[in-house]
Nanobody, 119 residues
Framework: QVQLVETGGGLVQAGGSLRLSCAAS????????MGWFRQAPGKEREFVAAFALWSGISTDYQPSVKGRFTISRDNAKNTVYLQMNSLKPEDTAVYYC???????????WGQGTQVTVSS
């Protein structure tokens, strides 16, 4: 099993920045890919960013965040980050990190952290 805990959410003004952290524990060596997803009120959960955990390659971003968000990792700390710059009100959502063993199916999820961007 893999446990994921997100931190770093909060309230920020438009144009500001936040960095989310996702600490992984348990069978982390079994993780192939980690990603960030978000869910805004009344909307379906959507993909934000992901990469291959141990190599950091094969990085993907949702087009609306590309150039503003950066996914990164500190393997020594088993932690994945999402640096979010130039935040917009439409980025307001609960952000979740998730882990996949096969690169396709995300079987492990954190509890989520709220990000609110005021205009």
């Amino acid at each position: 099993q893999v446990q994921l805990v997100e931190t770093g959410g909060g309230l920020v003004q438009a144009g500001g920045s936040l960095r989310l952290s996702c600490a992984a524990s348990g069978r982390t060596l079994s993780i192939y890919r980690m990603g960030w997803f978000r869910q805004a009120p009344g909307k379906e959960r959507e993909f934000v960013a992901a990469f291959a955990l141990w190599s950091g390659i094969s990085t993907d971003y949702q087009p609306s965040v590309k150039g503003r968000f950066t996914i990164s990792r500190d393997n020594a700390k088993n932690t994945v980050y999402l640096q979010m710059n130039s935040l917009k009100p439409e980025d307001t959502a609960v952000y979740y990190c998730a882990a996949s063993r096969d690169g396709t199916n995300y079987a492990y999820w954190g509890q989520g952290t709220q990000v609110t961007v005021s205009s």
